[in-house]
């Protein structure tokens, strides 16, 4: 899993290339946005973790809302007439508890799930409307069994792809914006590909709120016997974002 320390030293840095590309000295050379937003994903797929045990999922978003702790996902973006930046980072992490036997006695046992994903990449701005992306993405995942605060089984994998893909954006009218992303990849996944498409309503010049539809489509299989793990996963559903243009 991320350390906690490492999210802050992203939020961070994120804030800090905000104030620093809006300052007086670059507005007439930076357009920057900073957005937070929420994905309402389901799953489907097969994990597999240890002994080559795999069991399929299949749930949507409602199925998981009641098991869901906390989550939050943000992005920036800095574009010049030539090229872009941007980065994403987004965390969810689900709860349950559970009876199970410890020893002669049930006991209640709290079960945790915990999903970063990181994005960072780079574009180069074909027109105004149309970027070419290369971009990075690391995934970490964590999930864990505690009794009484004592942990009693964990695994964690995390990895890394490169991805390269394109994003338009256009007004359908004065206010009406609408926008289109789509990817490929690989690298710790055999193979890895993501879409997103946002319909949005600027309120004002400086604040923006979409809905849109975002999947996100990972296979990842490695190791053997106790070391095996897979992630065969399709996270895909809609969501709500709030966008600010600095």
């Known amino acids: 899993m991320v350390p906690g320390r490492f999210s802050v030293l992203i939020g961070g840095f994120v804030m800090a290339g905000c104030l620093a590309l809006a300052s007086p000295a670059a507005a007439d050379e930076w357009d920057c946005d900073l957005g ?6 389901g799953l489907d797929g097969t994990i597999g973790v ?39 980072i987004s965390y969810v992490k689900l709860g349950e508890t559970r009876q199970a036997e410890v020893g002669a006695s049930l006991v209640d046992v709290d079960l945790d799930f915990v999903q970063w994903i990181w994005e960072v990449g780079g574009a180069y701005r074909v027109t105004p409307k ?8 690391l995934y970490s995942m964590e999930a864990d069994a ?5 942990p009693l089984n964990e695994a964690s994998e995390t990895w890394a792809d490169i991805y390269v893909g394109a994003s338009f954006r256009t007004h359908l009218a004065k206010r009406l914006v609408a926008s289109a992303r ?3 990849g690989a690298g710790g996944s055999d193979f890895a590909w993501f879409g997103n498409v946002v319909l949005g309503w600027e309120f004002t010049e400086t604040f923006t709120v979409g809905v849109g539809y975002r999947i996100l489509s990972l296979d990842r299989e490695t190791g053997s016997g106790g070391d095996y793990f897979k992630y065969d996963m399709v996270q895909d559903g809609l969501g ?7």
């Not at 709500?240 to 600095?246: D, G, K, R, S, T």
């Open 36 to 41: 937070f937003y929420a994905w309402l994903a």
């Open 182 to 184: 789509a990817d490929v």
């Open 146 to 150: 505690n009794f009484q605060g004592s």
């Open 50 to 88: 240890a002994d080559n045990s795999n069991v399929p999922v299949d749930a949507t978003f409602s199925d998981l809302a009641g098991f869901l702790d906390f989550a939050g996902a943000m992005y920036f973006e800095a574009r010049k007439p030539k090229f872009a930046l941007q980065t994403d």
């Open 240 to 246: 709500i974002a709030f966008n600010f243009a600095l």
């Open 130 to 137: 149309f970027d070419v992306w290369l971009a990075g993405r």
